[in-house]
């Protein structure tokens, strides 16, 4: 195994007991561990995703406080006749959709009245109308999250990738432009996507890969990786990678589009070392800007 691709396993936290003591025998090992201590030292600080939940509730979700008008006795007649009038176009409208973001770099969670959940990984998004829930619960979904999911009627995941069907479980769905993963962690779901329908249980992924479903029998997480501060990736391509980074440190990347798969995970608190793990492997180079706003990734 050559010596970058060591590297990156070592500092993604995959190396095996033999590659680290063939990494330590070549001294290897000690400047990695010196360049690390530096990063820890001179990048971002940690990335605390419960303080970020916190946070989003803290700004965005504090009730709105009620202000109280007196009416005079001669707006009686006429207000009761728009309120008659409003309520009425209420019932027949609904109560309108509902939406929900999670800025670059923070997560967001709603608890719906039924007692489903979803937490939204950073940059996505769902809109819904849920005065229709009584017969179906449909969300639609741009980007990545995780849903917890009580039994009732169907709940339906709508992305522009496909659809999830489930009646009560857990699982994350992932749809970023044209990538779209699914990993069941409990019940089981129905995901479709050009007419191409299947079926996965708890315990399995579907990842729709030329053309086709791609089902993973054997995943053994229980939750999705971005919920513990990481990014996972088993084989999609690297640039998917690069666009996940630049959300989660809320950074512009310049790079050279690379088409390979890439099989690894990077960490949210430390965005030196989290390019070094995307860029070492391929012989690439990377540059910062003064303000850590921007990257440059060159060959």
């Not at 109280?68 to 019932?91: I, Q």
């Not at 999705?224 to 666009?243: C, I, L, Q, T, Y």
């Not at 303000?291 to 440059?296: A, F, L, M, Q, W």
Request: charged share 25%.
């Amino acid at each position: 195994m050559d010596k970058d691709t060591l590297y990156a396993r070592w500092l993604s936290g995959e190396i095996t007991a033999e590659e680290q003591q063939e990494l330590k025998q070549s001294g290897a090992l000690e400047e990695l561990e010196a360049i690390t201590r530096f990063t820890n030292s001179s990048s971002l600080p940690p990335y605390d995703s419960k303080a970020a939940l916190e946070k989003f509730k803290a700004t965005r979700m504090q009730p709105k406080t009620a202000t109280v008008r007196r009416l005079d006795w001669r707006w009686y007649a006429g207000a009761a006749a728009s309120v008659a009038v409003l309520l009425g176009l209420w019932f027949w409208l609904g109560t309108g959709s509902s939406s929900l973001d999670a800025a670059a770099g923070e997560m967001a969670e709603r608890t719906f009245a039924d007692g489903s959940s979803i937490v939204l990984n950073d940059g996505s998004s769902i809109t819904y109308q849920d005065s229709d829930w009584g017969e179906e619960r449909r969300i639609n979904l741009k980007g990545e999250a995780l849903f917890d999911v009580t039994k009732g009627v169907p709940f339906i995941v709508e992305t522009a990738q496909g659809e999830v069907r489930v009646l009560g479980t857990s699982f994350n769905v992932r749809a970023w432009d044209e990538h779209f993963r699914i990993e069941c962690y409990s019940g089981k779901v129905a995901i479709e996507r050009n007419g191409q329908i299947d079926t996965i249980v708890a315990g399995e992924a579907g990842h729709w890969r030329a053309n086709k479903w791609d089902i993973e029998r054997d995943l053994v997480a229980q939750s999705p990786a971005w919920s513990d501060s990481a990014s996972k990736f088993n084989g999609e391509p690297w640039d998917v990678a690069f666009e996940e980074l630049e959300r989660q440190y809320n950074v512009q990347i310049d790079r050279p589009y690379i088409d390979d798969p890439f099989v690894g995970n990077f960490q949210h608190n430390n965005l030196d070392t989290a390019l070094y793990i995307l860029t070492r492997t391929k012989g690439l180079q990377y540059e910062i800007n003064a303000d850590r706003s921007k990257v440059s990734v060159f060959k």
